[in-house]
């Protein structure tokens, strides 16, 4: 199994509810990280988790939380999102933080 | 900080040979990685280059100049499958890169 899963694929929420992003990965990577990506921009990091803890928050706001359960999932949790918070979330994994990154084929969020 | 600069769109027709480049301007060096980013779909990694010199993988090469701050993607015999984003990322002392912005590769008939 070479590829990383991530449901849902596509997503509507209004600014008061609570979703979940989902990501699995099992090719026995160590890190997994979380992208935001707007249209026409690079991939934006959000968060890396290496061995199952959080090593790196590029200063993402509080509505944004993510969870590592075990080592082939990770979960991106939402919650009164605003507009501007649309975009593609992709998840990402890598046998170390040093190696090549893997993406899943992202979630497309919409905001409204 | 970082700064990584590519074109932000190229053109080329099929069967032909393109080169896109990537200068950054980085406070230290630790690799240089190519995806490639069709429409709406995520990224997929085509090389990494850490030394200087180039990485031949088939139809695609990279190269690096680490004394020069560059570092190029070269594609021979063209496919209209190629037209995508081709997005250069960069590794400073740390562990994770730093994306360009990318080049978006136009394959016309």
């Known amino acids: 199994d070479t590829e990383v899963t991530q449901t849902p694929k596509h997503l509507v929420m209004g600014m008061t509810n609570k979703k979940s992003l989902k990501c699995e990965q099992h090719m026995g990577h160590r890190a997994m990280y979380w992208y935001k990506q707007k249209a026409k921009k690079p991939p934006e990091l959000m968060f890396v988790?290496?061995?199952?803890?959080?090593?790196i928050n590029e200063s993402v706001p509080s509505r944004f939380s993510p969870e590592c359960p075990n080592s082939s999932l990770l979960n991106l949790h939402l919650h009164a999102l605003q507009p501007e918070d649309s975009a593609l979330y992709l998840c990402?994994?890598?046998?170390?933080?040093?190696?090549?990154?893997?993406f899943g084929p992202g979630t497309r969020l919409t905001v409204t | 900080g970082q700064n990584i600069d590519q074109p932000t769109e190229m053109t080329a027709t099929e069967g032909a040979i393109v080169q896109i480049n990537c200068t950054y301007q980085?406070?230290?060096?630790?690799?240089l990685f190519w995806y490639q980013q069709h429409a709406g779909e995520a990224p997929t990694f085509l090389s990494y280059n850490v030394l200087d010199g180039l990485e031949e993988k088939g139809r695609f090469s990279s190269f690096l100049s680490r004394s020069k701050g560059y570092s190029y993607l070269l594609l021979k015999e063209l496919q209209m499958k190629d037209s995508a984003s081709y997005l250069c990322?960069?590794?400073?002392?740390?562990?994770?890169?730093?994306f360009g912005r990318g080049t978006s590769l136009i394959v016309h008939p």
């Open positions: 990402a994994s890598s046998q170390g933080l040093s190696t090549e990154q893997y």
């Open positions: 980085t406070s230290g060096f630790n690799g």
């Open positions: 990322a960069v590794r400073d002392g740390g562990y994770i890169p730093t």
């Open positions: 988790y290496s061995y199952e803890k959080l090593s």
